[in-house]
């Protein structure tokens, strides 16, 4: 408990206060490069303001930093590096990045429960939302393929890793060196890798990409 409060509190001071400037309009060319998730909620006063959170997953062209901005009813409120955590009306909005996009961008309530912001519709992970909304069997179907996929990525990878770490000569000493039965062909490492991505993609466009997905790959 007292490290994640540790870790809470660093989070906190990453925030900065926003200068007010506008959300930038979507463009379609940012379809797998940038998140915009957006949040209404019904404030203590009575008013019902929105909040959209931004990310530019390849970095800011300045420093190359990967940042989280929430904007508030249009106007940029506050901005963190990632993982972001912005305290809100009725609890906070958490923002974390992985691999292959977003990983976490969640409305926290003060009694603990979550629910994912709302994909803009422009946007990659909006348009999987209404697949999902509109063909929820075929994106069922889209989603065990896209797990299967980087099912298969684990099961090339690793083994591979297991023999790469065994040859160290401590554990090599101690224990021994794991040899694979077969060579995998360079083909099949590239095969499996693509399909790797494409699944953690896929994943990630539904904020369900973990630490299994950065192994994958």
């Known amino acids: 408990m007292a490290l994640e409060g ?21 463009r379609w060319w940012q379809l797998l490069s940038r998140s915009v998730r ?20 390849l970095g ?16 940029l409120f506050a901005f963190s590096t990632v993982p972001a955590r912005f305290a809100v009306p009725g609890g906070r909005i958490e923002v974390a990045v992985g691999s ?5 961008c969640h409305f926290v309530r003060t009694n603990g429960t979550a629910v994912p912001l709302v ?25 065990v393929v896209s797990t299967l996929l980087v099912l298969v990525g684990i099961c090339v990878a690793v083994p591979q890793l ?4 065994s040859q160290a000569p401590p554990i090599a000493d101690s224990l021994g060196t794991f040899d694979l039965p077969v ?3 360079p083909a099949v490492n590239i ?19 973990n630490w299994l997905d950065s192994l994958a790959s």
């Open 119 to 143: 994909p803009h519709p422009a946007s990659a992970e909006g348009r999987r939302a209404h697949l999902h909304h509109t063909r929820p069997g075929l994106s069922r179907v889209v989603g």
């Open 60 to 75: 800011d062209r300045d420093d190359g930093a990967v940042r989280a901005r929430l904007y508030l009813d249009g106007a």
């Open 6 to 26: 540790w870790r809470n509190r660093l989070t906190a001071r990453r925030v900065r206060p926003g200068n007010g400037e506008p959300l930038p309009r979507f």
């Open 183 to 185: 060579r995998i062909p």
């Open 162 to 165: 297991v023999e790469t770490i």
């Open 191 to 209: 095969a499996a890798g693509v399909a790797a991505v494409v699944g953690s993609t896929e994943r990630a466009l539904r904020l369900r990409s």
């Open 38 to 57: 957006t949040l209404t909620l019904r404030a203590p006063d009575g008013t019902t303001p929105t909040y959209a959170v931004d990310v530019r997953q």
């Open 100 to 104: 292959f996009g977003l990983r976490r």
